[in-house]
């Protein structure tokens, strides 16, 4: 069963951007609370790539190969967890998915298809 669910992916064009969000499957967790929560992609045939991550404090990382286009933060009044993506560029695309360290289930993530 998968803890989280993303959405907001889509369809957008070099130097578009989109914002993904993180929702805890159980309605009832704050994920504000969460101490790490991460923001991964993959696209086939390569492993999935950690891209960004929070953890409770409101620190924040992000990948080198999104740094500067990436934004990971919280919101707590939408009880999610976001991650701002600008700049867009084709190499971005990939299937994004959000997670806990150690989680034993995935989500089906969002696609993110980023056109020339």
């Known amino acids: 069963q998968a803890q989280f669910v993303e959405s907001g992916g889509g369809l957008v064009q070099a130097g578009g951007s989109l914002r993904l969000s993180c929702t805890a499957s159980?309605?009832?967790?704050?994920?504000?609370?969460?101490?790490?929560i991460a923001w991964y992609r993959q696209v086939p045939g390569k492993r999935r790539e950690l891209i960004a991550h929070?953890?409770?404090?409101?620190?924040?990382n992000v990948a080198d190969s999104v740094k500067g286009r990436f934004t990971i933060g919280r919101d707590s009044v939408k009880n999610t967890v976001y991650l701002q993506m600008d700049s867009l560029k084709p190499e971005d695309t990939a299937v994004y998915y959000c997670?806990?360290?150690?989680?034993?289930?995935w989500g089906q993530g969002t696609q993110v298809t980023v056109s020339l």
């Open positions: 997670n806990i360290p150690f989680a034993r289930s």
């Open positions: 159980d309605s009832s967790v704050s994920i504000s609370k969460i101490n790490t």
């Open positions: 929070i953890i409770s404090g409101g620190t924040t």
